[in-house]
């Protein structure tokens, strides 16, 4: 399992829209999971308790070992956030990428079946998945830090910091979400399509761009009486 923690990619600004889901993310994640009741945000899919089930953290209902996968799935979905959403952000723009991530999250609550399930009914399966592939749309060759919470590579097993191409990172967030959506029994269809929209999102930024950056230059000829560059007349 990889837990991304850091990418070398500089940002124009702070990330104040990408900062403030993530804070909504982990807040309504450690009160849900702590057992609070947080009423009418458990409607719009925001909450680890399920009505059949009982809450996620309780070790009577779940089993301590639900309880702490749900924990680790929670922490992992939050460092992919934390570590891509910041770059979407300031590549996109604020209010298109507020937008984005509402409707891309909206639909994969309602996909979910837009019941209070858990982790977030889908919501964060669909936008952590669409920030990770609106970055690898825009950033391709970005390397990215990870924590390998068990590896062979080195002397011992335990946890090692490395850095991996985005293919790599995409490998291990696949797996991760079918085996906790399997284990956790979450449906993978807002994955699916939070990566494709999140895809989508990125080849129109990425060509957006393009146009911007590429735009047709002005002639220039060099005939004027001190030898400079003029545009034509």
Not at 160 to 165: D, K, L, N, S, T
Request: proline share 6%.
């Amino acid at each position: 399992m990889l837990l991304p923690i850091y990418d070398d990619n500089p940002r124009l600004g702070f990330p104040y829209a990408a900062t403030s889901f993530l804070v909504v993310h982990v807040t309504v994640s450690a009160l849900t999971l702590a057992g609070f009741d947080l009423g009418g945000l458990a409607a719009f899919g925001y909450g680890t308790a399920d009505p059949e089930r009982g809450s996620a953290w309780h070790a009577d209902t779940f089993g301590a070992f639900t309880a702490v996968l749900v924990a680790v799935y929670l922490v992992w979905q939050s460092c992919h956030l934390w570590v891509f959403a910041d770059n979407v952000e300031d590549r996109v723009g604020v209010p298109i990428f507020i937008v984005a991530y509402l409707a891309i999250g909206g639909l994969g609550w309602l996909v979910a079946g837009g019941s209070n399930a858990v982790v977030h009914g889908g919501f964060v399966q669909a936008t952590t998945s669409a920030m990770l592939a609106t970055y690898t749309v825009l950033f391709p060759r970005q390397q990215v830090l990870c924590v390998v919470l068990y590896s062979r590579w080195g002397r011992s097993g335990g946890p090692q910091i490395r850095a991996f191409g985005l293919g790599f990172v995409w490998i291990a967030f696949g797996l991760g979400q079918i085996l906790t959506g399997w284990l956790l029994d979450l449906p993978v269809l807002p994955v699916l399509l939070g990566g494709a929209a999140g895809a989508v999102l990125g080849v129109v930024t990425e060509q957006k761009i393009r146009n911007e950056t590429h735009a047709p230059l002005t002639e220039l000829r060099d005939d004027s009486p001190r030898g400079g560059l003029e545009p034509p007349t």
